[in-house]
């Protein structure tokens, strides 16, 4: 499957839970993808990319340091999967000898690693198509990207069926704003 290079656009809080929500948009294009986290996770990559330092570090400063103290780097992040509505995520590291590493990760962690190393974001194109969102042009709401995808005959009624836990957040979410700026 293919991946899809990301940028973080944004963390937004769910209005319906109060949930944090991390918006990644593609690079050069208009899908969206919203990736729910905790408020640790949240406060730690808003925090960097307000360009804010902290007195001491934090958990993924912390990480950041000891991977680079090994000798190894951040070559990338992958959101690899969802299921169960859960993401998960890789990231790949390599080495000094070159030796390339993939850890497990909860994506919220993986993203926090990526914007304090300057590494890239990708996601599978499966996963952005089953939790994805596009805005319409004509009302400016977001869409689901699997209701593009069932009108191009993609996505069969049970596909959207289980995800219908995310139609439901995504329409409590305040979205007003995404895509207005880049």
Do not use: C
């Amino acid at each position: 499957m293919p991946l899809v290079e990301m940028k973080i656009d944004s963390i937004r809080v769910s209005l319906l839970n109060h949930q944090r929500v991390v918006i990644l948009k593609e690079k050069g294009a208009e899908r969206y993808l919203p990736i729910w986290i905790g408020p640790a996770e949240a406060d730690a990559i808003a925090i960097k990319l307000q360009g804010i330092t902290p007195p001491r570090p934090l958990t993924h400063d912390l990480l950041t340091s000891v991977i680079s103290a090994l000798g190894a780097r951040v070559e990338a992040v992958l959101v690899n999967d969802l299921r169960n509505d859960t993401f998960y995520a890789k990231i790949f590291l390599v080495t000094t000898t070159e030796e390339r590493l993939e850890i497990d990760s909860r994506p919220s962690d993986a993203m926090a690693l990526a914007v304090r190393t300057g590494a890239p974001i990708y996601v599978e194109e499966s996963v952005l198509l089953k939790a994805g969102i596009a805005i319409d042009k004509e009302t400016g709401k977001p869409v689901p990207l699997t209701e593009v995808e069932k009108k191009k005959g993609e996505v069969s009624e049970e596909e959207m069926e289980k995800l219908s836990p995310f139609r439901e957040v995504l329409d409590n979410l305040n979205l007003d704003d995404l895509g207005k700026s880049s």
